[in-house]
């Protein structure tokens, strides 16, 4: 292996091609460098200057490895620099997974903020439920996921950080007779045939919108299940049933379907972003941004008329 000490000289001597210069350069004496630079000539076997009485100059090889010597020395001078931007979160790779519902609402918006802040992280995104999102932790396949839950039921193990509080909304055909109405009462969906999610990948979520039918002396019809919330509402859209949505998919304008508030239902769902103690030190600042972000939007919605007040908690 060669050593670097070694190679600074080198350097030093081929860009002034002078030993005396080169030695002082190097906070050194004239006769340990040119120990070393014969020891090094000895280690590639070659000669890599051309020595008279008058002057000093690059053979061949020399010059071929000048451009090399300095980048590989660039890059060792870096390495500090790089562990330290690792060690503080400000380099480095963050996995992160997302239910689809958070793609409809803010995180396109954090998502681009904390890039422009944090240039040097990669960021490996990856669209899972949250039963896909627990084993991919389990695996060390991701860092930190949003995850979609019923309201104070983030899953157990876990840091969570609630990062959206929302309604549930009715998705309807466009042509359903209640679509007419602004808003609907329970009573007028309650024997609809039902578009809903899998319980496994929301349970907490699936139980409270069985409760909410139960609490309504009602049963669910569940005419189909499926897993992502644009097929969800595609399903909604062919006439299949109605379904339950998180209000920020209403911004998912699918021609067909039309969203409406429910009236005594009182369902609601929660958005949280999970991750496990230790926490990387990238993990660390993306929470840190978020959490800015979502304090400084809330403090800009309550600049304005009538605020729906979040509860935020970590």
């Not at 006439?239 to 379907?257: D, H, K, Y």
């Not at 941004?289 to 400084?296: D, F, G, I």
């Amino acid at each position: 292996m060669i050593e670097l000490r070694p190679l600074r000289q080198f350097l030093a001597l081929a860009e002034e091609l002078h030993f005396g210069r080169a030695a002082a350069r190097l906070h050194m004496t004239q006769p340990p460098l040119t120990l070393a630079i014969q020891a090094l000539e000895r280690t590639f076997g070659v000669a890599l200057f051309d020595r008279t009485r008058r002057s000093v100059a690059l053979t061949p090889a020399g010059q071929a490895l000048l451009a090399p010597v300095r980048r590989l020395l660039a890059g060792a001078d870096e390495l500090p620099r790089l562990a330290q931007a690792a060690a503080s979160g400000l380099s480095g790779t963050l996995r992160l997974a997302f239910v689809s519902s958070i793609a409809y609402g803010p995180l396109p918006e954090w998502l681009r903020r904390f890039r422009e802040a944090h240039a040097d992280v990669a960021l490996q995104l990856r669209e899972a439920t949250l039963d896909v999102q627990l084993a991919a932790f389990d695996a060390d396949e991701i860092d930190a996921g949003f995850v979609l839950h019923a309201p104070d039921a983030a899953p157990a193990g876990f840091v969570a950080w609630r990062a959206l509080a929302e309604p549930m909304v009715m998705a309807l055909p466009e042509n359903h007779p209640a679509a007419a109405l602004r808003s609907l009462r329970f009573a007028a969906i309650a024997d609809e045939p039902l578009v809903i999610f899998p319980r496994q990948i929301a349970p907490s979520l699936y139980d409270a919108v069985l409760a909410a039918y139960r609490a309504n002396g009602a049963t669910p019809r569940i005419a189909q299940e499926a897993i992502q919330m644009q097929t969800i509402v595609n399903l909604v859209s062919a006439g299949m049933g109605v379904a339950w949505v998180p209000e920020a998919v209403t911004r998912l304008q699918r021609p067909g379907v039309v969203y409406r508030a429910v009236i005594g239902a009182a369902l609601r769902c929660e958005t949280s972003l999970l991750w496990r103690e230790p926490a990387l030190p990238v993990v660390e600042r993306f929470v840190a941004q978020v959490t800015t972000l979502q304090r400084q939007s809330a403090a800009g919605v309550a600049r304005k008329t009538t605020p729906r007040r979040f509860t935020r908690s970590v």
